[in-house]
């Protein structure tokens, strides 16, 4: 049998299904923000940290896409595994490599934002505890307009 949903169960369905969107398999890791009209319409993909030795900073890594019809600012995250986590940039100035905290991050409309070790990252400082490769590690990700979005990254090699 097949039905259409309609009024406040459909909206109630669909808000249901963005919210299981938030958190999938180890392989591949997705998440939706967006499930108001004043929240940031962003989905995250392949958030990742790269695996060091204990009490090393770390570098985090995923691609923002904004999949709304304004501009999203990122303006920063933290995660209850790390003392300090904070947006930067590495940059190739004239063959000195920098990396430089930026305030602000604008993912365009329709467009994304690749954070890789050579561009836009987020820097891990002082872990609260020992991670290995498999691991997740909850991430929040704060936006200007007041949303948030929870992420988890998986520790990768």
Do not use: C
Not at 78 to 91: A, F, I, K, N, W
């Amino acid at each position: 049998m097949h039905s259409k949903l309609g009024g406040r169960a459909g909206t109630m369905g669909l808000l249901a299904a963005a919210a299981a969107l938030m958190w999938v398999s180890l392989a591949h890791t997705t998440a939706i923000a967006g499930m108001s009209a004043e929240s940031p319409a962003i989905r995250v993909e392949e958030a990742w940290i790269r695996w060091l030795p204990a009490g090393v900073p770390s570098g985090g890594y995923a691609t923002l896409i904004n999949i709304g019809d304004r501009p999203v600012i990122l303006i920063a995250a933290s995660s209850p595994d790390y003392g300090e986590v904070s947006l930067h940039r590495t940059l190739d100035r004239g063959g000195t490599v920098d990396m430089v905290p930026v305030a602000k991050i604008t993912i365009n409309p329709h467009s994304s934002v690749n954070f890789a070790a050579m561009g836009y990252h987020f820097m891990l400082m002082q872990p609260s505890k020992s991670r290995k490769p498999g691991d997740r590690v909850p991430i929040t990700l704060r936006f200007a307009d007041g949303a948030s979005l929870l992420v988890p990254f998986e520790v990768r090699r």
